[in-house]
T-cell receptor, first 115, second 112 residues
Framework: GAVVSQHPSWVICKSGTSVKIECRSL??????MFWYRQFPKQSLMLMAT?????????EQGVEKDKFLINHASLTLSTLTVTSAHPEDSSFYIC???????????FGPGTRLTVL | RKEVEQDPGPFNVPEGATVAFNCTYS??????FFWYRQDCRKEPKLLMS???SGNEDGRFTAQLNRASQYISLLIRDSKLSDSATYLC?????????????FGIGTKLQVIP
């Protein structure tokens, strides 16, 4: 299957700082990527859709000014958590569909801990 | 009805047992469905896709019942390595064909 990478795998930061997470499709191009968040014992919740060459679309309840998304190229999307707070601590996962398939290929995830 | 509904479990089964999970969905127009496996603190990995009546891959069988709007996952001859959370994934009712909704997942623990 297709390969998606994420960096970093984990990050610990102080409250108030910003954290950037990268998502890359390694062996295919992705005009669309998805960003999810997963809290312990909960399902993955879609945060936003990252679109190459245009603005991201955010799910209801997700603050676009807090979670900045940039889809710089056909293989890279970044999520920046601005002014992070302890309640932002979570597992952030990106995914990309290959071609026009509904199948999602996931990055390994980034575990964010905000102190 | 929720978009995707799963029994969170846990299902504790002995090695070698057969276990089945169900997942109900609300979007009657959905054409494709997926089962993903997620290990603790890891990303989900695709296990099976279901496009018509069902799919079989070794010890794993996925079936689709459109009339009742549910999909099932059957695991035969359970192995210790099957212990994981199994996520049911269904395309969304709206917002583009590639957006999907995840169920909460069913936790399986295979016991020696």
């Amino acid at each position: 299957g297709a390969v998606v990478s994420q960096h970093p795998s984990w990050v610990i930061c102080k409250s108030g700082t910003s954290v950037k997470i990268e998502c890359r499709s390694l062996d295919f191009q992705a005009t669309t990527m998805f960003w999810y968040r997963q809290f312990p014992k909960q399902s993955l919740m879609l945060m936003a859709t990252s679109n190459e060459g245009s603005k991201a679309t955010y799910e209801q309840g997700v603050e676009k000014d807090k979670f900045l998304i940039n889809h710089a190229s056909l293989t890279l999307s970044t999520l920046t958590v601005t002014s992070a707070h302890p309640e932002d601590s979570s597992f952030y996962i990106c995914s990309a569909p290959e071609g026009r398939s509904d199948t999602q290929y996931f990055g390994p995830g980034t575990r964010l801990t905000v102190l | 009805r929720k978009e995707v509904e799963q029994d969170p479990g846990p299902f504790n089964v002995p090695e070698g047992a057969t276990v089945a999970f169900n997942c109900t969905y609300s979007n009657s127009a959905s054409q494709s469905f997926f089962w993903y496996r997620q290990d603790c603190r890891k990303e989900p990995k695709l296990l099976m896709s279901v496009y018509s009546s069902g799919n079989e891959d070794g010890r794993f069988t996925a079936q689709l019942n459109r009339a009742s709007q549910y999909i099932s996952l059957l695991i035969r001859d359970s192995k210790l390595s099957d212990s994981a959370t199994y996520l049911c994934v269904v395309p969304r009712s709206s917002g583009g064909y590639q957006k999907v909704t995840f169920g909460i997942g069913t936790k399986l623990q295979v016991i020696p």
